[in-house]
C-alpha cells in the first residue's frame, strides 16, 4: 500500500462545476497535509495547507480533512479551464518529511 | 521575498557522465533544504534533505549524492548517470513550523 494516495484520473468536469479531489494516507502520526497545483512541465505550487480535522476554505478551494478515516479532499468551485493541472496531496509526520501522491489530472472543459 | 534558483533548466547527458544541479535560495536564513525526482507521471521522490551546512539526510539508496556547502545552497551531484536517472529533478525550501514547501523551477535531466 502506497503511503499517499490519489486517484490518477484523468478526472474531467465542465467549466463551472465542482471538481472534487481525494487523497488517503497511511501514517495515522500524520501532522500536516497539502495540496499542490502542477502544470505540464512547471513545479509544483502550493495551493492550500490544513492540519485540523473539518474544511478550510479559500476562495474557490476547500480543503477538507477526516484523521479518523485517514482522508483529505480539495474540492475546486467554479472550475475554470485555468484549473486543468494535475494535483499533488503531501503528507507531512511531525519530523517534517512531506510524502507525496502520484497526483490527479484535471481536466476543465470549456 | 524569498526565491529559489535552479539551473541548468534542462540538461541532456551520456551515461556515464557525471552531473552537477545547483540549487540556491535568497531572502531567508537556515531553510530547510530538499531534492526530489519526478519520473514522468508519478509524484515526487524524495531524494535527499538537508537541516543545515553540512547535514545531508538520504531517503533512497542511489548514485546520487547530494551536499550543502553553504546556508542556501544545495549541490545535487552523481560520478557516473544512469539511464534510470533521467527525470525532472525539484529543489525546495522550508522553513518554520507550517513544513510548506515552495519549489524551484526544476531541472529536466534526459541520460541517453
Known amino acids: 500500500q502506497k503511503e499517499v494516495e490519489q486517484n490518477s484520473g484523468p478526472l474531467s468536469v465542465p467549466e463551472g462545476a465542482i471538481a472534487s479531489l481525494n487523497c488517503t494516507y497511511s501514517?495515522?502520526?500524520?501532522?500536516?497535509f497539502f495540496w499542490y497545483r502542477q502544470y505540464s512541465g512547471k513545479s509544483p505550487e502550493l495551493i492550500m495547507f490544513?492540519?485540523?480535522?473539518g474544511d478550510k476554505e479559500d476562495g474557490r478551494f476547500t480543503a477538507q480533512l477526516n484523521k479518523a478515516s485517514q482522508y483529505v479532499s480539495l474540492l475546486i468551485r467554479d472550475s475554470q479551464p485555468s484549473d486543468s493541472a494535475t494535483y499533488l496531496c503531501?503528507?507531512?509526520?511531525?519530523?517534517?518529511?512531506?510524502?507525496f501522491g502520484d497526483g490527479t489530472t484535471l481536466t476543465v472543459k470549456p | 521575498s524569498q526565491t529559489i534558483h535552479q539551473w541548468p533548466a534542462t540538461l541532456v547527458q551520456p551515461v556515464g557522465s557525471p552531473l552537477s544541479l545547483e540549487c540556491t535560495v535568497e531572502?531567508?536564513?537556515?531553510?530547510?533544504l530538499y531534492w526530489y525526482r519526478q519520473a514522468a507521471g508519478r509524484g515526487l521522490q524524495l531524494l535527499f534533505y538537508?537541516?543545515?551546512?553540512?547535514?545531508i539526510s538520504s531517503e533512497v539508496p542511489q548514485n546520487l549524492s547530494a551536499s550543502r556547502p553553504q546556508d542556501r545552497q544545495f549541490i545535487l551531484s552523481s560520478k557516473k548517470l544512469l539511464l534510470s536517472d533521467s527525470g525532472f529533478y525539484l529543489c525546495?525550501?522550508?522553513?518554520?513550523?507550517?513544513?510548506?514547501?515552495?519549489f524551484g523551477p526544476g531541472t529536466r535531466l534526459t541520460v541517453l
Open positions: 525546495a525550501w522550508t522553513s518554520g513550523s507550517v513544513n510548506e514547501q515552495f
Open positions: 501514517d495515522r502520526g500524520s501532522q500536516s
Open positions: 490544513i492540519y485540523s480535522n
Open positions: 503531501a503528507v507531512t509526520t511531525n519530523a517534517g518529511k512531506s510524502t
Open positions: 531572502g531567508t536564513s537556515n531553510p530547510n
Open positions: 538537508s537541516v543545515g551546512i553540512g547535514q
